[in-house]
DNA sequence: ATAATAGTGTCTGTAAGACACTATCCA
DNA sequence: TGGATAGTGTCTTACAGACACTATTAT
């Protein structure tokens, strides 16, 4: 009679994952940053099947050699497309289905990202996809996705939109030195509507993730700007109400 | 030369998902219900290796030929274990690493569920794993539990937490017809705080996802309580301010 | 009548919104 | 000096919290 742990040891030696029909599983990246006044997403030109030479959201399977979790996928992938370091990351939800993947049965774990546009030099060239910034707006529609993309997309789209309203996440997609009038055109920006200047250095302030650059401003034809930059090792500052009240 | 769409068969023709070395994907879920004026959640004991005869997150494998989706795969876990129709359902996160299972790489996608208990049938005996409800409070202790299912519980937990401070949701703990009375007992047990009762119900009310049952009231040596039930079709209400401040 | 819980009214405190005001630079 | 943008002060508004008050039942 054998013990548990020789049990179990006895049951892995005999497992094989091959043995069973489990589902294709990919992490995938929806990446904003802000250029030119505007709201970006990152897309990749796919360079193989399937939908080969459509565009997608960047990402890519795990490599179970490679990748200690989740996050490590993601973050790979990340630098391989933007050579960005250090970005906010976190993992916006799952997607998976039957019909999905012409493969057959996939999931994808989704992340979201958001980076300054000054720290990108974007993948380009060689084997790798080629990728390219879209314009976010009224005007502008995204090309057709590959996949479900263009589904996750518009969940990655609604995440940001809410966050922004209740927490300090819009502050990571500006350069690491930036004045209150930067930050508050970009909450401007992605909320898409126009935002008290008074109550939004108020709530600011209050929130207290930021950091003076004591002597630190940025010149014009007007009073110097304050610049500040995001307090060493702050997470993302949560408030108890929304900005709007509709 | 083959165009397009021929290529693409080809492709698929030839693709074998048995060839690649990819992880496990199972779905897992944490379903919290209001028992004894205590919030529980259900745990299943284990019937096989892995961790055979230890606690876990009820969960399994997605079955790529029953399965549409990720959330009919939990829409079919949440119904073995429980009998339950049509409880609160979303997903949580995913979880994936290289250690948290000792079959290899694996992944899961987590799924959050509230359900009343007056709607439950625990599934036991025959081959299904043991099902207990197992009660959180200061006072009782989970048992261990395996792979990370504890850590995954503590997200799942916070989740809860969280969201109830500025949403509908504790509302999908109750039973089908409610006072507000219940309705703030619940928000309480699950805070774990007092709530001021006008405050309270002026906050149910601007929300508006509750249907009067008009005439309907229980009865007790006291002035009758108005029954309500939640709004059909009614998702969940969002409040632009969380309860507490703090 | 009394105990008990249901349900409401009134006042206060806090933070967002509106908007006018002052401050400080360049040309 | 004037134009421009930075930054502040004051009043209003919305809603959560405190708490006392009334309402309606069973016993």
Chains 1, 2 share one sequence.
């Not at 030696?13 to 294709?24: C, E, G, Q, R, V």
């Not at 509507?193 to 109550?199: F, G, L, M, N």
């Not at 009073?223 to 109400?241: C, D, T, W």
Request: proline residues 4%; charged residues 25%.
């Amino acid at each position: 009679m054998l013990n548990k742990a020789q049990s179990e040891k006895e049951f892995l030696k005999n497992y094989n994952i091959h043995d069973y029909d489990i589902p294709l599983t990919s992490v995938d990246l929806v990446i904003f940053t802000i250029r030119e006044q505007c709201l970006h997403v990152l897309l990749v030109k796919r360079g193989d099947f399937p939908f080969k030479g459509e565009w997608s959201l960047p990402g890519g399977f795990i490599d179970v050699h490679k990748d200690k979790d989740l996050d490590a996928t993601a973050l790979r992938k990340l630098r391989e497309k933007t050579g960005v370091r250090v970005p906010y990351l976190e993992q916006l939800q799952g997607f998976g289905s039957r019909t999905r993947d012409p493969r057959g049965w996939s999931t994808t774990f989704v992340y979201f990202s958001l980076i300054a546009s000054d720290q990108i030099e974007l993948a380009h060239g060689g084997t790798a996809d080629a990728a390219q910034w879209f314009p976010i707006n009224a005007e502008s529609r995204l090309p057709k996705l590959a996949f479900d993309h263009a589904e996750i997309f518009q969940v990655a789209l609604q995440r940001l939109y809410n966050k922004v309203e209740y927490s300090s996440l819009a502050a990571h997609l500006l350069p690491t030195e930036f004045t209150l009038t930067d930050l508050q055109q970009v909450y401007q920006i992605v909320l898409g509507r126009q935002i008290d200047k008074s109550a939004f250095r108020k709530r600011i302030k209050e929130g207290n993730f930021l950091d003076e650059l004591e002597g630190q401003f940025r010149y014009g034809s007007n009073r110097p700007a304050q610049l500040y930059r995001i307090k060493e090792g702050s997470g993302l500052v949560y408030y108890s109400r929304t900005l709007s009240n509709e």
